[in-house]
Nanobody
Framework: QVQLVESGGGLVQAGGSLRLSCAAA????????MGWFRQAPGKEREFVSA????????YYRDSVKGRFTISRDNAKNTVYLHMNSLKPEDTAVYYC????????????WGQGTQVTVSS
C-alpha cells in the first residue's frame, strides 16, 4: 500500500497559478501510474491528469490541456501538478492517487487539498 499526502492548495485569483505536490511513502515509488483527480461541491469526482512511472505516458482531461502540467520526481517520491491560467471552474478538492499495475483501479488515495479560484 502507498500512503499519499497532497499539499500546495490554496486560494488564487483567476489567471493565477498553483503547484500541487503529492508525496508518496510506504513502498517503492515504482507505481505504474500516478494521477490527479478533483471533486467540486455537488459534483462527481473527475480525472484530471496522470503520469507513468517513467514519465513517458502522460494524460490530461481536455479542459486542462495547455494549462496544467504533470511531472514526477522519483528520487523524491513526489508527483506534481503545475496549474496555470486557473479558472473559477477549477475550484475543487484535488486528490492524488496511484495505480500499481495496468488494468487495475487507482487503489491508493491521498486526503485531498482544496483549490479555490476566485473570479
Amino acid at each position: 500500500q502507498v500512503q499519499l499526502v497532497e499539499s500546495g492548495g490554496g486560494l488564487v485569483q483567476a489567471g493565477g497559478s498553483l503547484r500541487l505536490s503529492c508525496a508518496a511513502a510506504g513502498r517503492t515509488f515504482s507505481t505504474y501510474l500516478m494521477g490527479w483527480f478533483r471533486q467540486a461541491p455537488g459534483k462527481e469526482r473527475e480525472f484530471v491528469s496522470a503520469i507513468s512511472w517513467s514519465g513517458g505516458k502522460i494524460y490530461y482531461r481536455d479542459s486542462v490541456k495547455g494549462r496544467f502540467t504533470i511531472s514526477r520526481d522519483n528520487a523524491k517520491n513526489t508527483v506534481y501538478l503545475h496549474m496555470n491560467s486557473l479558472k473559477p471552474e477549477d475550484t475543487a478538492v484535488y486528490y492524488c492517487a496511484s495505480k500499481a499495475e495496468p488494468g487495475t483501479d487507482f487503489g491508493s488515495w491521498g486526503q485531498g487539498t482544496q483549490v479555490t479560484v476566485s473570479s
